[in-house]
């Protein structure tokens, strides 16, 4: 293990130099073994058996035109593939940037922060994989930039401690000096099988057309399984450990990481999704290998993590405490949501504005601008009075009042504004829902959810559901085949109905997926969706409790 910043850059520049080495020397292997069986083919065969030979070797001119060309495609391989790296990595397992208005991503934010000062103020950026696995990563490319990603089911299932425990061993990577390595053997093969693999699903169901191509992407898929092998030598699993190690220095508490590396080894951890052939920069191997679990040469070799067990049980013995104790702790368990409330208006009530309103004869208030929405009643001629403000008006007086009527007198349900409710056509509120900045109607308590969001919701369990939501999610469920089958015998002449209020575009109304047969209106435009009063709900309640519903093929 390195003790210094030079003993650290010293051992990433010859692991570098090593992966370059290796890649040109088996793109020379490769075009090598083409020449020998092409000099051995039919076309050479006479001129070899009439002087004998039974076996021929590719002459030297040959031999050193293959080498050219060995260095020429390792050069190109290694310039592509590290080129924007992060970003690359990024785009396949499906990470994105924080957002801000985000209360859970403002907490990884604020964990993020903590541990960068740790370990000497370096900046490192954090992302999000919308995903309910449990399973975390880390990047840096060669500009010095850093990256630590978790998933939203690792995000909403652990409790801060344990994040932070995550966070710790990811900075570890960063800071022992192997992450660099990590990404570059990231992206010079695995990122390619991750590619291809996918590629082979759509080539199997167009079998039996253009079998050349066909025959030449398998051969390219197969080569880059065979490189990915091999590269993952150069992978020492012993970083896992000295990962797990400075996370104990960084936090103090081994036995965060020791539950949270329990609760990831037991869930999900992204087998299938997308990313998931990308295992050497993650936390734990997405796909679980028996080869993980076992220890010796072979294993060392070709795993790129160690045995889970074996981990848990160095960070228990640090802890001084036994697999018993973890067992109980995970047993009482309960995680601590960073969100007060599962909904709330996001703008903070002190620093707006409230108005006392004269109604039946008496002065009632104060109300903000969303209570005075679902006013019955309502008029523009009504008499009010500003919070703090003695001077009494007419409601139409008040410029921030009289939008509520204006946008009411400019609805038109096809040429409904961007930004607006498209059952009222009156300006939406922008609420937190567990932790999830959306938009909410004051009036009819319809939700407009934009794309991406949707999955956070889902994956998140802070909501304590309506006694009337759950009598509706009941209902949905046992006559779910009566919906479905009504959906596809109905000839929908008015399925383009409500008006998307972010783009303002029509949006079409249809099931969520038709596992869950809850109706709701989405934007084909820009992904967005409107949820009529309870049915986000409906949708969550069917998702969190979805092993009532299924028989654990169609979830």
């Not at 035109?65 to 790296?85: C, E």
């Not at 008006?393 to 409710?421: R, V």
């Not at 009504?486 to 997926?513: D, E, I, Y």
Request: contains cysteine.
């Amino acid at each position: 293990m390195a003790f210094s910043f030079i003993d650290i850059e010293q051992k990433k520049t010859r692991v570098i130099g090593f992966l370059f080495v290796f890649v040109s020397l088996f793109y020379f292997v490769t075009a090598y073994l083409v020449l020998l069986v092409l000099v051995n083919s039919c076309s050479f065969r006479t001129a070899a058996s009439a002087a004998g030979d039974v076996f021929v070797l590719p002459s030297a001119g040959l031999t050193i035109a293959a080498v050219a060309v060995a260095l020429f495609v390792g050069i190109a391989h290694w310039t592509i593939s590290t080129s924007h790296v992060i970003e690359k990595i990024s785009l396949a397992i499906g990470a994105d940037a924080l957002d801000e208005k985000d209360v859970y991503h403002q907490t990884y934010k604020n964990i993020l922060e903590e541990v960068a000062v740790a370990i000497g103020g370096r900046r490192i950026e954090g992302m999000v994989i919308s995903s309910t696995s449990l399973n975390a990563f880390a990047l840096e490319d060669f500009n010095g930039r850093a990256v630590i990603g978790i998933t939203e089911g690792l995000l909403a299932r652990c409790s801060r401690a344990q994040i932070e425990a995550v966070v710790g061993h990811e900075a570890g990577h960063i800071v022992n000096g192997d992450c660099l390595s990590t990404t570059v053997t990231c992206a010079l093969a695995e990122i390619y099988e991750e590619t291809f693999a996918r590629l082979s699903g759509g080539i199997r169901v167009a079998r039996g057309r253009g079998s050349l191509a066909i025959l030449l992407i398998y051969f390219v898929i197969g080569l880059m399984r065979f490189l990915s092998t091999i590269i993952r030598c150069f992978i020492s699993r012993e970083k896992e450990y000295r990962a797990d190690a400075s996370s104990v220095r960084l936090t103090r508490d081994p036995l965060s990481l020791a539950e949270a590396l329990e609760l990831i080894s037991r869930g999900w951890r992204g087998a299938g999704m997308q990313g998931e052939k990308m295992q050497s920069i993650f936390i734990m191997n997405p796909d679980p290998d028996q080869l993980d679990e076992k220890e010796g040469m072979f294993a060392d070799m070709f795993s790129t993590h160690p045995p889970i067990k074996k981990r848990i049980g160095i960070l228990l013995n640090m802890a001084h405490m036994d697999e018993k104790t973890l067992e109980e702790n995970l047993k009482n368990f309960k995680r601590a949501s960073p969100v007060a409330k599962a909904e709330y208006n996001l703008t903070d009530g002190s620093d707006v504005k409230k108005w006392f309103i004269f109604m039946n004869q008496q002065w009632a208030g104060p109300y903000l601008l969303g209570d005075m929405k679902t006013l019955p009643g309502l008029m523009p001629d009504l008499w009010i009075r500003c919070d703090g403000d003695k001077a009494v008006k007419h409601l139409y007086e008040d410029k921030d009042l009289l939008a509520l009527f204006s946008d009411q007198e400019k609805g038109d349900a096809a040429k409904a504004k961007a930004g607006c409710c498209p059952h009222c056509q009156t300006s939406l509120d922008d609420v937190s829902y567990e932790g999830v900045p959306i938009q909410k109607c004051s009036y009819c308590q319809g939700l407009f959810v934009e794309d991406g969001k949707i999955s956070r919701i889902l994956i998140r369990q802070d909501r304590d559901f309506s006694e009337e939501a759950l009598k509706l999610a009941e209902t949905v469920m046992k006559e779910k085949e009566l919906f479905t089958e009504g959906l596809k015998k109905a000839k929908f002449q008015n399925t383009w109905v409500l008006t998307c209020s972010r783009c303002g575009r029509n949006m079409r109304r249809q099931f969520f997926v038709y596992s869950y047969p809850v109706e709701i209106d989405r934007c084909i435009y820009c992904g967005g969706v409107w949820f009529d009063r309870l049915e986000l709900e409906i949708l969550q309640y069917i998702y969190e409790h979805k092993e009532r519903f299924f028989d654990g093929r169609d979830f």
